[in-house]
């Protein structure tokens, strides 16, 4: 059954479309009512997308102090045609989503009939744009404290390869706008060529990357753009830039390294204006509770591991969930061409939900 499950999640093509969002949304509203017809169900919208809550063994969504919350997004980042045909070959089960992260909300499903024998809260909460914007976990999020639900365990069913996750980074991004002076290109001393600027910043922001790496910084540049005719000089460019961080006070550090390092730089074109604007913000991730990771790791025997990438799991750490994130599968695998989980994974990964409801 949990073959099917993911086979048919991974057919519905959640790749931003709101209709086959709707699709999976419904199906997972079918498959749950025909398992548990006492379920509550409770759609949060975002966008013209719905995030689904779901109370198992509960009379409401309401006031809930115990049990477990099981979390995953439903969508997935775009890819061929091919790619949401789920295919089975040596053990393993390729396709759109597999690892990120249809595997873990398919096990979820799959162990509906077990969450009925237990006598705690079970939430499954599933949300619409994780590889986006992220606004369908803040919803979630206002829903949660509106409605005074903090479970005792919320596991974020992110690719860790069934490891517990207890750190994701942060995003910031950016964008520096460079305006020159146009001229044409046989009287440079006419004009301020705002490519050569961005140029030299670009070159400071990679000194930046390189110094940042080794501490749990990943700074990238993921464009550079201006200019169009090589007979003018262009007046303007565009830098978009960004970095990934596991702490609020590293992130300041490398803003106030990169003012630094560009201050020398803009003082050489005192008739140029340049200008730094915050694009968008990730919450990051970090668990603290250094008795409970370590109770966790021994009774589970797994092991702690802190994650380079982001996930939803720093939106409901900041109102207070006790998170972690925990999933089968591995980031490697994730977005990539031939994405794909074992099947020994997945069940692996099942057993080991059932040990969180044990041990908790």
Not at 102 to 109: P, R, S, T
Not at 149 to 165: C, Y
Request: aromatic share 8%.
């Amino acid at each position: 059954m949990l073959h099917k499950i993911l086979n048919d999640l991974i057919s519905l093509k959640t790749d931003g479309n709101a209709a086959n969002h709707l699709q999976c949304v419904q199906y997972i509203k079918d498959y749950i009512r025909h398992q548990s017809p006492q379920c509550i169900i409770q759609c949060i919208p975002t966008n013209g997308k719905d995030n689904l809550l779901i109370g198992l063994n509960v009379a409401e969504l309401k006031d809930i102090r115990s049990g477990v919350m099981l979390c995953g997004h439903l969508d997935v980042v775009g890819g061929k045609a091919g790619q949401f045909k789920p295919t089975v070959a040596d053990g393993k089960i390729y396709g759109r989503g597999t690892t990120d992260m249809k595997g873990a909300i398919a096990c979820y499903l799959n162990l509906i009939s077990y969450f009925n024998t237990l006598k705690m809260p079970i939430i499954l909460c599933f949300t619409c744009d994780e590889e986006s914007e992220m606004q369908g976990i803040k919803d979630v999020c206002a829903f949660l404290q509106k409605q005074n639900i903090r479970p005792q365990l919320t596991i974020l069913g992110e690719p860790t390869a069934n490891q517990l996750g207890i750190q994701s980074t942060g995003i910031k991004s950016y964008k520096t706008i460079i305006n020159g002076i146009s001229a044409h290109s046989s009287v440079p001393n006419k004009g301020i060529n705002a490519l050569f600027i961005a140029a030299k910043i670009v070159q400071e922001l990679e000194k930046i990357a390189q110094k940042a790496l080794g501490n749990e910084i990943y700074l990238n540049v993921g464009s550079l753009s201006g200019g169009g005719n090589i007979a003018v000089i262009p007046d303007k460019a565009e830098i978009e830039w960004g970095f990934r961080y596991t702490s609020e006070e590293s992130a300041k550090k490398i803003v106030r390294e990169y003012q630094q390092k560009t201050a020398a730089v803009i003082k050489q074109y005192p008739a140029a204006r340049i200008e730094t604007i915050k694009t968008a913000e990730f919450l990051g991730y970090q668990a603290n509770d250094k008795k409970q990771i370590s109770d966790f790791c021994a009774k589970l025997q797994i092991k702690p591991t802190k994650l380079s990438y982001t996930s939803e799991a720093g939106y409901l750490a900041e109102i207070g969930q006790n998170v972690y994130l925990c999933g089968c599968g591995s980031i490697e695998q994730a977005h990539s061409e031939n994405e794909h989980i074992s099947i020994d994974d997945l069940e692996t990964y099942q057993k080991l939900l059932r040990r969180f409801f044990v041990v908790i």
